[in-house]
């Protein structure tokens, strides 16, 4: 693995996965400074989630490093940016700076599920328990066009914007191979698509 060092923007709920891309609004004046510093160097920013509250929060260990492909600067110092994925990483330590926002001290993942494939049975798995789970939520969902993913960008794209929790989403990053990553999938949305929107929120924590 590879050491490097990453600024960071900590936000809950939001993951990205190498090659997926994330869009984003930025209006925070640290997270301006971010971007702004970014656009300067390398063009990259490393998401990942804060596990706990308050303005320092500590950091869940594994996130994921995104270039910035696209950006529309606003008059104001607002940035819309879409993010894509490039690789994951784990955090070795937070780093003392100056800067408004944080940074860390990582190692980078070698990102090799690319070429990774489901088996029959695990892709219609998927395909299956993605339509229960999107008719239990009551979303429409272009099904001719998800039967023509591949697997590696039908896995990703739903462990990426599967409206389950911050724990969830976390796990889903962390788990290595597409095969752990999808058998996750199929155990969240049949856990979390049997509570409606009446119920009260359900967690995995």
Same mark, same amino acid.
């Given at each position: *693995?590879? %050491?490097?060092? &990453? +600024? &960071?923007?900590?936000? %809950?709920? #939001?993951?990205?996965?190498?090659?997926? !891309?994330?869009p984003?609004?930025?209006?925070?004046?640290? $997270?301006? /400074?971010?971007?702004? /510093?970014?656009?300067?160097?390398?063009r990259k920013?490393?998401?990942?989630q804060?596990?706990? !509250?308050?303005?320092?929060?500590?950091?869940?260990?594994v996130?994921?490093?995104?270039r910035?492909?696209?950006?529309?600067?606003? /008059?104001?110092?607002? $940035?819309?940016?879409?993010?894509?994925?490039?690789?994951?990483?784990s955090?070795i330590?937070? @780093?003392?700076?100056?800067?408004?926002?944080?940074?860390?001290?990582a190692e980078?993942?070698?990102?090799?599920? &690319?070429?990774?494939?489901?088996?029959?049975?695990?892709?219609? =798995? *998927?395909? &299956?328990?993605?339509?229960?789970?999107a008719?239990?939520?009551?979303y429409?969902?272009?099904?001719?066009?998800? =039967?023509?993913?591949? /697997? $590696? +960008?039908?896995?990703?794209?739903? #462990? !990426?914007?599967?409206?389950?929790?911050? #724990?969830?989403?976390?796990?889903?990053?962390? #788990?290595?191979?597409? +095969?752990?990553?999808?058998?996750?999938?199929?155990? @969240? *949305? !049949?856990?979390?698509g049997r509570?409606?929107?009446?119920?009260?929120?359900?967690?995995?924590?």
């Open positions: *693995m590879t %050491t490097q060092r &990453i +600024s &960071i923007f900590p936000l %809950t709920g #939001a993951i990205i996965f190498p090659s997926m !891309q994330l984003l609004h930025i209006f925070e004046p640290r $997270y301006r /400074d971010l971007v702004s /510093d970014s656009l300067a160097r390398d920013i490393g998401m990942i804060p596990n706990g !509250q308050g303005n320092q929060p500590p950091l869940f260990r996130g994921c490093l995104a910035i492909q696209d950006v529309e600067a606003m /008059d104001d110092g607002r $940035y819309n940016i879409i993010l894509e994925g490039v690789q994951r990483f955090v330590k937070e @780093l003392d700076v100056t800067t408004s926002f944080r940074q860390v001290e980078l993942w070698d990102e090799d599920e &690319i070429g990774e494939t489901l088996s029959l049975g695990e892709r219609a =798995s *998927m395909e &299956i328990e993605s339509r229960r789970f008719e239990s939520q009551g429409s969902v272009d099904w001719a066009a998800v =039967s023509q993913l591949d /697997d $590696y +960008s039908l896995v990703n794209a739903i #462990a !990426q914007i599967a409206p389950f929790d911050f #724990a969830a989403k976390q796990a889903l990053l962390e #788990a290595r191979g597409l +095969s752990d990553r999808a058998d996750t999938i199929v155990q @969240l *949305m !049949q856990f979390f509570h409606n929107s009446s119920d009260d929120r359900v967690t995995l924590q």
